[in-house]
């Protein structure tokens, strides 16, 4: 079956560029959305089809695939970006998730 | 404002069984499919049931086939999980989220705890 791999954590400072990576086979031929938990709250889409973002999610943030990996970049990182990121993709499957820590 | 609101949960014995429901305002529910997603405590997430707009087309997660059933009575804007003979690794949050297969989820509600245990 296909998985998704995802780094457990990330740390970055703020104001930095933070890039939380989803690796899978031949990723790049399929179409992968990311989401935002914060705790104690529901997920959040913040990008969707490779690289558009919903309405209300700001420009900081931008998506990539190919390859065998896709990647959530998060621009000027901020304190309020702490959370865990989650990669779909292939029918509703989900990678383990990636806690990114603000410094 | 699309507003999903999930109720139901509850502490159950393991072999019990629950129903979750959903209720959705803000959008024609009629016209979306639906699905339940759910996390287990510090655990990612896991898709675990999808039903289309008219209900004519169903799929579940292996690991809750033959014991779970997903429904929705669109007359109610509401969506249901009904979760039988329920194990200790069901424990978890239930989210509903709308969104089609191989496309995205690009709304949840607040979620819905579910703990199995003796």
């Known amino acids: 079956s296909y998985v998704l791999t995802q780094p457990p954590s990330v740390s970055v400072a703020p104001g930095q560029t933070a890039r939380i990576t989803c690796g899978g086979n031949?990723?790049?031929?399929?179409?992968v959305h990311w989401y935002q938990q914060k705790p104690g709250q529901a997920p959040v889409l913040v990008v969707y089809?490779?690289?558009d973002r919903p309405s209300g999610i700001p420009e900081r943030f931008s998506g990539s695939n190919s390859g065998n990996t896709a990647t959530l970049t998060i621009s000027r990182v901020e304190a309020g970006d702490e959370a865990d990121y989650y990669c779909?993709?292939?029918?509703?499957?989900f990678g383990g998730g990636t806690k990114l820590t603000v410094l | 404002e699309v507003q999903l609101v999930e109720s139901g949960g509850g502490l159950v014995q393991p072999g019990g069984s629950l129903r979750l429901s959903c209720e959705a305002s803000?959008?024609?529910?009629?016209?979306?499919?639906m699905n339940w997603v759910r996390q287990a405590p510090g655990k990612g997430l896991e898709w675990v049931s999808y039903?289309?707009?008219?209900?004519?087309?169903?799929y579940y997660a292996d690991s809750v086939e033959g014991r779970f059933t997903i429904s929705r009575d669109n007359a109610k804007n509401s969506l249901y999980l009904q979760m039988n003979s329920l194990r200790a690794e069901d424990t978890a949050v239930y989210y509903c989220?709308?969104?089609?297969?191989?496309?995205?989820?690009?709304?949840w509600g607040q979620g819905t705890l579910v703990t199995v245990s003796s």
């Open positions: 989220a709308r969104g089609a297969p191989r496309a995205y989820f690009d709304y």
């Open positions: 803000g959008f024609t529910f009629s016209s979306y499919e």
């Open positions: 039903i289309s707009s008219s209900d004519t087309t169903i």
């Open positions: 031949n990723i790049g031929g399929k179409t």
């Open positions: 089809d490779d690289n």
């Open positions: 779909q993709a292939e029918d509703m499957l």
